[in-house]
Every structure is written in structure tokens, then in C-alpha cells.
């Protein structure tokens, strides 16, 4: 099979979510990254995240990419302290009361990413066109929109409404995503300018840049930026948040030297974006100690198997 005919059947094939786990990442993975998928032995860092969505499947998961939910674990973890304001959280857009909420937050749902409006301006809001929008979200379900992203398959759908945060001499936030591996933090994936001009550049926990970017759909940052005056902290709750788990994403903003948790992700670009240069997902592969599956090749759903 020629290689453009191949991957013609590839594009359609991954729109087949409904396909079986386990011939469906293959598909997923070789269309976004041009190899093959070896689940028996995946070697770079996307070929592992494809094997998390098929055979780690512990009930916690659930709740931890739920961005409602999560917020007790992170309560029980780090402390409360550490979360954004929460003003109302709803399962039907019709009942969001408006005239209750302040005139900047953040309104956004539960179950897939990508989902929110970000109001500055309560008075410039199309409720109308809000609603609608939000009733056309809610009933979307990330497992068969992305890439079988099982943590999300049976999250229930919500819209929670959060505190608009804003740091006092920027324009936007900028998301601080810390790369964890068995509890421990390796590397920090910064995101800077993502209304205006997104850039995006790897750092070390000393907040040195790394020779190697995330994708390179994004601009990269290229020079050093100024470390975060909370970075240690920020470093300490990511490993809190990631203890147990073979692999997370903890992400944080720092909004006037205060650490906000962001959320918790465990396949980070749907497993479709490769580091640059190529050999860096070997490498940050290599970081990612897949568990042990039983005799019979099962998935795990128990964090203690």
C-alpha cells in the first residue's frame, strides 16, 4: 500500500472511535506520528501515553481529569487554598443565574478540555448564545471526540463557573505544566501569550530552558523568562499531586506569586503532538516506567495492581 493511500485510510479510520481500544491507538498513533505502535513494547513517550488509554484504567482516573470533581483530591492533597474560587457549578445551562456572578469569571465544562469562555465583560455576554453553546458542549463526550481518552468516557457532564484570575502586570496567565513520573517532576512545559501569541518552551526545576520544545505548531520561547518567585512550591505540590501515578501532567498558574491549581492530565495532546528534536521522546519516553500487566495482558484498574 502506497504511503498516501495509507495514510487516506488512516484519517478515516480514526474517526471509527467506536473501534476496540487496542486497534484503534495503533491507528491513532501511526496517523499522527507516521510509526508504528507496538503496544507490547512502546518505546517513545506517545506510543506510552496510547498504551495508558488502552491498559491503565484505575476508577480514580475518573475523577482526577473531572475538573469538578478533582477539586476534593486536590483539598485532600495540597489544601484548598490551592484551588480557584468556585462560584457555581450547574448541569443544565438554563438554570446559570447571571445576574449573580461578578462581571469577569471563567465558565467552562467539566468533561473535555478546550470548552470554556473566558468573560472580562458580563454586560458584552450573549446569554443566549452562551447557553446554546454550552447545551451543544455538554453533550459531546471526550472519549469518542479525541483519541479514546478513557479517563474521560463515563465523566458526567457539568459547567462549573470560576473566579477570572489575573496577574497584575501581564495580559494573560501563564500555564506552568509540570511533567510527573512516579511522583516525581522532570521537567515543566511553560506556555506563554496564549491570546496573543502563543509560545511555548520546556524548563527545568531550576527553571533553566531545555533543548527540546513540545510540538512545533507552537513558536518557541527562546530566551530565559523569569522564574516564578513560587516555582519550589509549585514543584513540591505537583509531586503531592503526583504520588502513585506512573504519569501525570499537574498543571498550576502563578498569579501574583500564588500557586492556582489548573488541572491534572494523563494524555497530554491526545497523545497527536512529538517533542522536537526527535530523539527527545525516546528520551522523555524513557522517564515513563510502564506498570506491569497480569498473565493474562488485562487492563489495570486498581492503583495497588
Known amino acids: 500500500m ?6 487516506f485510510a488512516l484519517r478515516h479510520l480514526r474517526k471509527v472511535r467506536s473501534l476496540p481500544p487496542k486497534i484503534y491507538v495503533k491507528i491513532h498513533y501511526e496517523y499522527f506520528s507516521g510509526k508504528k505502535l507496538d503496544l507490547n513494547n ?16 484505575p476508577e480514580i482516573l475518573t475523577k482526577l481529569v473531572d475538573k469538578y470533581a478533582v477539586r476534593s483530591y486536590v483539598e485532600e492533597k495540597i489544601g484548598k ?29 467539566n468533561h473535555t478540555n478546550g470548552h470554556n469562555i473566558i468573560v472580562t465583560n458580563k454586560e458584552d455576554l ?11 458542549w455538554l453533550t459531546k463526550n471526550q472519549y469518542y471526540r479525541r483519541g479514546q481518552e478513557w479517563a474521560y468516557k463515563d465523566v458526567e457532564p457539568k459547567i462549573i463557573i470560576e473566579k477570572f ?24 512545559d511553560v506556555h506563554l501569550d496564549r491570546e496573543e501569541d502563543h509560545k511555548q ?19 518557541s520561547i527562546s530566551s530565559e523568562i523569569g522564574k516564578p518567585t513560587n516555582l519550589d512550591e509549585m ?19 502563578s498569579v501574583n506569586g500564588k500557586s492556582v491549581f489548573g488541572e491534572l492530565t494523563f494524555y497530554p495532546s491526545d497523545a497527536r503532538k512529538q517533542f522536537y528534536p526527535e530523539e527527545y521522546n525516546k528520551i522523555i519516553g524513557d522517564y ?17 495492581d
Open 81 to 109: 487554598q490551592y484551588l480557584n474560587e468556585l462560584y457555581a457549578v450547574y448541569d443544565d445551562p438554563e438554570d446559570i443565574d447571571f445576574d449573580s456572578l461578578p462581571n469577569k469569571f471563567i465558565i467552562k465544562a
Open 288 to 304: 515513563f516506567t510502564l506498570p506491569k500487566l497480569n498473565s493474562k495482558k488485562e487492563a489495570i484498574t486498581n492503583l495497588d
Open 201 to 219: 518552551g520546556c524548563f527545568d526545576l531550576e527553571f533553566n530552558l531545555l533543548p527540546f520544545g513540545k510540538s512545533k505548531s507552537y513558536k
Open 2 to 7: 502506497s504511503n498516501k493511500i495509507r495514510r
Open 235 to 253: 514543584v513540591e505540590l505537583s509531586r503531592k499531586l503526583s504520588q502513585n501515578l506512573p504519569f501525570v501532567r499537574v498543571d498550576f498558574y
Open 42 to 57: 512502546p518505546q517513545d513517550f506517545n506510543a506510552k501515553i496510547e498504551w495508558y488509554k488502552v491498559f491503565f484504567r
Open 126 to 136: 450573549n446569554r443566549e448564545k452562551v447557553i446554546t453553546k454550552f447545551k451543544k
Open 165 to 188: 484570575l489575573k496577574e497584575d502586570d501581564k495580559n494573560t496567565l501563564i500555564d506552568y505544566k509540570f511533567y510527573c513520573f512516579d511522583g516525581q517532576p522532570k521537567f515543566i
